[in-house]
T-cell receptor, first 117, second 112 residues
Framework: GAVVSQHPSWVICKSGTSVKIECRSLDFQATTMFWYRQFPKQSLMLMATSNEGSKATYEQGVEKDKFLINHASLTLSTLTVTSAHPEDSSFYIC?????????????FGPGTRLLVL | SQQGEEDPQALSIQEGENATMNCSYKTSINNLQWYRQNSGRGLVHLILIRSNEREKHSGRLRVTLDTSKKSSSLLITASRAADTASYFCATDSSGSARQLTFGSGTQLTVLP
């Protein structure tokens, strides 16, 4: 089956530093990848949608200069949290839609837990 | 934006009992999906029901969809302690973006 990985699985950083999270589709090509954020005991909130080779589309209220998304290849998308602050601490989850696959299916990564001190 | 509301927010039952969770949404959909999430983990896709379907089964799972009421339910029969998790509905709305919008989730606890 289609597998999506995320790296790192967890990260602790100091306030003001930048953190990069990778999302990879391991055995398929992903035309579209999605980034979600989940605060404790809450649901997943879509942050942005990225298509390979084009700029990401951000949801309302998500700062594109703070959350940089790069989808440079059909198997890799990265989310960089710039100048992270404690309020950015959250669980970040990516998902990928398979190129040529059933468009209604998204495959989710295991998530990355970010703690900003 | 958060479209779906789920109830109950939390549900605690004994092993062997059935668990029913409900989801309501606001806009037209292509399909509705149910996911499971163990604490601190990623999402596991459980079942997908299309807008032209009314009921679907998968093992111990039964999902219904009522598009006139914009609601869905997930029934887990003969629950097990291992079913303890958060359950989310997600709607795939009509339109070209094909984004998923997640409900608020139900925390299910199955007591042994």
């Amino acid at each position: 089956g289609a597998v999506v990985s995320q790296h790192p699985s967890w990260v602790i950083c100091k306030s003001g530093t930048s953190v990069k999270i990778e999302c990879r589709s391991l055995d398929f090509q992903a035309t579209t990848m999605f980034w979600y954020r989940q605060f404790p005991k809450q649901s997943l909130m879509l942050m942005a949608t990225s298509n390979e080779g084009s700029k990401a589309t951000y949801e309302q209220g998500v700062e594109k200069d703070k959350f940089l998304i790069n989808h440079a290849s059909l198997t890799l998308s990265t989310l960089t949290v710039t100048s992270a602050h404690p309020e950015d601490s959250s669980f970040y989850i990516c998902s990928a839609r398979q190129r040529g696959g059933i468009q209604e299916t998204q495959y989710f990564g295991p998530g990355t837990r970010l703690l900003v001190l | 934006s958060q479209q779906g509301e789920e109830d109950p927010q939390a549900l605690s039952i004994q092993e062997g009992e059935n668990a029913t969770m409900n989801c309501s949404y606001k806009t037209s959909i292509n399909n509705l999906q149910w996911y499971r999430q163990n604490s601190g983990r990623g999402l596991v896709h459980l079942i997908l029901i299309r807008s032209n379907e009314r009921e679907k089964h998968s093992g111990r799972l039964r999902v219904t969809l009522d598009t006139s009421k914009k609601s869905s339910s997930l029934l887990i029969t003969a629950s097990r302690a291992a079913d303890t998790a958060s359950y989310f509905c997600a709607t795939d709305s009509s339109g070209s973006a094909r984004q998923l919008t997640f409900g608020s989730g139900t925390q299910l606890t199955v007591l042994p």
